[in-house]
Nanobody
Framework: VQLQASGGGLVQSGDSLRLSCAGS????????KAWFRQAPGKEREFVAA????????YYADSVKGRFTISSDNAKNAVYLQMNILKPEDTAVYYC???????????????????WGQGTQVTVSS
């Protein structure tokens, strides 16, 4: 599956932003979808995931209660609603998908074999 992320931008602390990731080539509802982010000089880190079949969601502790991952099968897309943004949320955000990721790998980039190109989110204080 091919992924195309969009929706990043420059916002102020406390603002909201919604990222979108459009899939093509295969129906995303058969894939576990996730968002990761990477800040300059840091490793890529897990943000959120939603399991195939529209099921369980998983979040990093740092975003729990502020970010929401969702998917729309009709639009073949996955979204990340980000509220109460903080400067430490500044990073390039990547969407990812896999139809064979194990639950033990759901938080790790190695569990995913399809990646979008990334979209920059910058939060000013």
């Amino acid at each position: 599956v091919q992924l195309q992320a969009s929706g990043g931008g420059l916002v102020q602390s406390g603002d909201s932003l919604r990222l979108s990731c459009a899939g093509s080539g295969h129906p995303l509802n058969y894939y576990t979808k996730a968002w990761f982010r990477q800040a300059p000089g840091k490793e890529r880190e897990f943000v959120a995931a939603i399991r195939w079949g529209g099921g369980s969601t998983y979040y990093a502790d740092s975003v729990k209660g502020r970010f929401t991952i969702s998917s729309d099968n009709a639009k073949n897309a996955v979204y990340l609603q980000m509220n109460i943004l903080k400067p430490e949320d500044t990073a390039v955000y990547y969407c990812a998908a896999s139809n064979r990721v194990l639950l033990s790998n759901i938080y790790s980039p190695v569990g995913y074999d399809s990646w979008g190109q990334g979209t920059q989110v910058t939060v000013s204080s």
